[in-house]
């Protein structure tokens, strides 16, 4: 079982930035598609980004494309999400987690997840 721990969440004004970060104590990310996902209250699961093992190589959902960006450093096995521009339907409960070959639809692992709200 994977563990991961989430952090960073909070509430942001319109407009603002935050980063969200990943991180796993008992195995390596580096041996894992990882990615993120999100999910606000009486919505489905939302998968926003994730970053392959093998080259790097990073995928957005359109809604986040161009304001979000998925990084990892494996020296710190941390996976990290940079949130620019959020807008209010960014809103939401988001969750780090292994997602083999970055379909952004299906998930094997995930944490507890950490919460941003986006309001003025």
């Known amino acids: 079982q994977v563990e991961f721990v989430e952090s960073g969440g909070r509430t942001v004004q319109p407009g603002g930035s935050l980063r969200l970060f990943c991180a796993a104590s008992k195995y390596t990310l580096d041996t894992y598609d990882m990615g993120w996902f999100r999910q606000a209250p009486g919505k489905e699961r939302e998968g926003v980004s994730c970053?392959?093992?093998?080259?790097?190589?990073?995928y957005y959902s359109d809604s986040v494309k161009g304001r979000f960006t998925i990084s990892r450093d494996n020296a710190k096995n941390t996976v990290y999400l940079q949130m620019n521009n959020v807008k209010p339907e960014d809103t939401a409960m988001y969750y780090c987690?292994?997602?083999?070959?970055?379909?952004?639809?299906?998930?094997?692992?995930w944490g507890q997840g950490t919460q941003v709200t986006v309001s003025s």
């Open positions: 970053i392959s093992k093998s080259d790097g190589s990073q």
């Open positions: 987690a292994t997602d083999s070959q970055c379909t952004l639809s299906e998930w094997d692992y």
